[in-house]
Nanobody, 124 residues
Framework: VQLQASGGGLVQAGGSLRLSCVASGRTFSSLAMGWFRQAPGKEREFVAS????????DYADSVKGRVTISRDNARNTVYLQMNSLKSEDTAVYYC??????????????????WGQGTQVTVSS
């Protein structure tokens, strides 16, 4: 599976961004997908995940109410809509694919494939 993330950029605090991740190489609709982020000097952390159908999602407490994960299986794409962005959201954001697609997972070790990351910078 190849994953290509995009949509990052520089935004002011309180603004919004939508990240996209396009998958290829395997039936996308069988994959659970996740978004993680890593800030400088910090470990990679869970942001959100979604099961193969899009019906089950999970969010980190730090982003609940501000972030929505969704997917379009016809376009092989998973999205991360981020609103009310804060300076602490600044990080490189990675999408990841879990070949066991039934249950979305918050643990990086559960994911089999990773994209290259897209930088999100929130200015205060």
């Amino acid at each position: 599976v190849q994953l290509q993330a995009s949509g990052g950029g520089l935004v002011q605090a309180g603004g919004s961004l939508r990240l996209s991740c396009v998958a290829s190489g395997r039936t996308f609709s069988s994959l659970a997908m996740g978004w993680f982020r890593q800030a400088p000097g910090k470990e990679r952390e869970f942001v959100a995940s979604i099961d193969w159908s899009g019906k089950t999602t999970d969010y980190a407490d730090s982003v609940k109410g501000r972030v929505t994960i969704s997917r379009d299986n016809a376009r092989n794409t998973v999205y991360l809509q981020m609103n009310s962005l804060k300076s602490e959201d600044t990080a490189v954001y990675y999408c990841a694919a879990d070949t066991y697609g039934v249950q979305p997972q918050p643990y990086p070790d559960e994911y089999d494939y990773w994209g290259q990351g897209t930088q999100v910078t929130v200015s205060s």
